[in-house]
T-cell receptor
């Protein structure tokens, strides 16, 4: 089954404690990205990657890091989480060569930073 | 300033009637538009898209209309069903790679039995 898998689904952590949210896709997509969803703001792009070892900032990259060492994985790293990073996070993947250029999303990670 | 706007945070419609969800955008470089549907505790799922070379695209009960001069698109659902109750996001893309999407804030649709 084609899917994007995020882990964990739910996470409560304390300010300053480094954490990583993993994302993996099995569709051989070149493009992957991370979004955060906040009430009234929709989904805002944090970082994206056009292929292995190629990453770039989205609209709200402050406080986040990413890496793309393998095509299937695109982890999101919060080196020193703060309460304003409490949000619902989605990973997505897509392939620009596909007939329908839509992104496939993971199920989301709800992060609470206290 | 939001480049993609969905001015109705919520919409209630009777089952069997038409649902019309609206989306406005400000960036004239956008040339590809999508609608996503999101149920609670799930990720958004793709619903329908339209390229700027078209003004209408249909897929079963779902039709998207694009008015480029007004920078406006709308999603029509006919007939509406209770299973359509979800949050609907409008998204737009304008970069050459066609992968960086800007999302609107979403409209919560409730279809009443």
């Amino acid at each position: 089954e084609a899917q994007v898998t995020q882990n964990p689904r739910y996470l409560i952590t304390v300010t300053g404690k480094k954490l990583t949210v993993t994302c993996s896709q099995n569709m051989n997509h070149e493009y992957m990205s991370w979004y955060r969803q906040d009430p009234g703001l929709g989904l805002r792009q944090i970082y994206y990657s056009m292929n292995v070892e190629v990453t770039d900032k989205g609209d709200v990259p402050e406080g986040y890091k990413v890496s793309r060492k393998e095509k299937r994985n695109f982890p999101l790293i919060l080196e020193s989480p703060s309460p304003n990073q409490t949000s619902l996070y989605f990973c997505a993947s897509s392939s620009p060569g596909a007939a329908n250029t839509e992104a496939f999303f993971g199920q989301g990670t709800r992060l609470t930073v206290v | 300033d939001q480049q993609v706007k969905q001015n109705s945070p919520s919409l209630s419609v009777q089952e069997g009637r038409i649902s019309i969800l609206n989306c406005d955008y400000t960036n004239s470089m956008f040339d590809y538009f999508l609608w996503y549907k999101k149920y609670p505790a799930e990720g958004p799922t793709f619903l329908i898209s339209i390229s700027s070379i078209k003004d209408k695209n249909e897929d079963g009960r779902f039709t998207v209309f694009l008015n480029k001069s007004a920078k406006h698109l709308s999603l029509h659902i006919v007939p509406s069903q209770p299973g359509d109750s979800a949050v609907y996001f409008c998204a737009a893309s304008g970069d050459n790679y066609g992968q960086n999407f800007v999302f609107g804030p979403g409209t919560r649709l409730s279809v009443l039995p």
